[in-house]
């Protein structure tokens, strides 16, 4: 007898069709009415759909009156984020001082970072007994959704869950920027002890040490990692912390934030728009890649043999055959991505402080390699260079840590953003964000039950 598994899967796949030849729209559609798909136009251009004051991204520039791709630049607060980064550079920590840039407005003082650091501390604790009746049931392989499940099981603890006011927004918006790393490691130390069979070790975070500092105390067994691994993850944090209002995971805080949602909710949906491999999920692809390249290209010191084997992953014949070289290329900046620029140093040092210098000089062929290989295999309109997540991956695994944190640690940088976003649209919301979309539904005479028929799709 079939299971309700196996009847539902029947019924499923045989609707399947049903569905293409129901909603499937011919691209030629969307050119006869001017739609932006993507919300972008033919030359990747966003369309604007609002004004924001946290962020900026540079990759164009004004020539005689021409748009001319250049170096990208990303301004945090009107502040060039290269800047920032090397002026904490591996002499202390970094994300603190930049999430007070981003959610107040200017770099702080000696005083305002020590109170905001503090406020920090005081609120990295989950509810009694959350970990347990939480976040240690239903463990589950996809962290994000554990986090997600988690941050919605908060607002059960808070009285004030749909108090909008920015004072209590700013709150929550604390809270979940200390507690989203907490739940992040926890889950994955649930799911490791009990879908793989490994210790189990919940480490409490300490409120004198930075936040990259906590995430490797809580996440390795002995609590210990040195001062150059946090610094690194530190800046990785702070690179991935904001990226203007319009990708895809603070666009969608800004339009729930619209409706009037509480901040979980808001939270919640952002968090599911960042787990998508399109978004967040970019540097485990790379991580697949490089690992496929090592295992396919007999000498990968050998250039022609590297540059071969890129021209067929482009031509769609081996990897995923999805004829994409995975870490290449933004869907805004053009000739360089300024975050990978800067990091580069970051994981250089690193490499060799890990005694992974050919697996680093892999990584540079490729950057090097790989737009070549592009803009002679495909037409592009612009420039074609490494963006920050070709290397964030390789760091993390040099770090120990599995992949399934990868796009966990880009929430807790990214939940910064998000939080800027939310109450800048908050405090400046007019209307709901509702964008038009052009039906070309046909009418139809409505045809009784009874005359029906039994018509059956095959």
């Known amino acids: 007898m079939a299971s309700r598994r196996e009847i539902l899967r029947e019924y499923t796949d045989r609707y399947e069709k049903v569905c293409f030849d129901v909603d499937d729209v011919d691209v030629e559609v969307y050119d006869q009415f001017g739609v932006k798909r993507g919300l972008r136009d033919k030359n990747g251009s966003g369309v604007l759909t609002g004004v924001t004051n946290i962020s ?36 202390r920590f970094g994300f603190e001082e930049v999430a007070y840039l981003l959610l107040f407005g200017d770099m702080p003082t000696d005083e305002q970072l020590k109170e905001f650091c503090e406020m920090l501390a ?15 049931k239903a463990p ?44 992040s490691v926890y889950a994955y130390c649930a799911y490791n002890h009990y879908e793989k069979d490994d210790s189990m070790y919940i480490h409490r975070p300490d409120p004198n040490l930075s936040m990259a500092e906590n995430i490797l105390r809580m996440l390795r067994p002995d609590k210990k990692y040195t001062e150059l691994e946090a610094q690194v993850l530190d800046a990785s944090l702070v690179l991935h912390m904001e990226h203007g209002g319009g990708n895809n995971s603070t666009f969608t805080t800004r339009v729930v934030s619209s409706a009037g949602s509480d901040t ?69 900046y053009s000739i360089s991505d300024p975050r990978a620029r800067v990091f580069k140093q970051f994981v250089e040092k690193l490499a060799h402080d890990k005694n992974m210098d050919k697996q680093y000089k892999l990584y540079s062929d490729i950057a090097r390699i790989a737009p070549e290989v592009i803009a002679k295999k495909r037409k592009i309109y612009k420039g074609v260079s490494p963006n920050v997540d070709f290397y964030s991956g390789f760091v993390y695994s040099m770090l120990g840590i599995p992949e399934e944190l990868y796009t966990p640690i880009f929430a807790m940088a990214r939940m910064v953003g998000w939080s800027a976003h939310r109450i800048e649209e908050l405090i400046n919301v007019d209307k709901i964000i509702r964008p038009a979309y052009m039906s070309i539904m046909k009418e139809k005479k409505f045809v009784p039950k009874e005359e029906r028929g039994n018509h059956i799709y095959e």
């Open 56 to 91: 900026r991204i540079d990759a164009f520039e004004m020539k005689d009156g021409v748009k001319t791709p250049c170096d990208g630049r990303l301004w945090y607060r009107g502040y060039d984020v290269i800047d920032l980064v090397n002026d904490f550079a591996f002499k």
């Open 140 to 183: 589950s392989r996809d962290i994000m959704n554990s986090i997600t499940k988690g941050v919605l099981t908060l607002a059960a603890y808070d009285d004030n869950v749909s108090d909008l006011s920015i004072t209590n927004v700013l709150h929550q918006c604390l809270k979940l920027i200390s507690e989203i790393p907490m739940i």
């Open 122 to 136: 005081m609120v990295r604790v989950l509810p009694r007994n959350f970990t347990r009746d939480v976040i240690m």
């Open 264 to 332: 979980y909710s808001v939270i919640a949906a952002a968090l599911s728009s960042l787990k998508g491999p399109k978004h967040g999920g970019a540097n485990i692809k790379v991580m697949q890649m490089i690992k496929d390249i090592r295992k396919n290209v007999p000498d990968t010191d050998d250039e022609d043999m590297l540059r071969s084997y890129l021209e067929k992953i482009v031509d769609k014949q081996t990897f995923d055959r999805m004829g994409l070289i995975y870490g290449m290329g933004h869907a805004i």
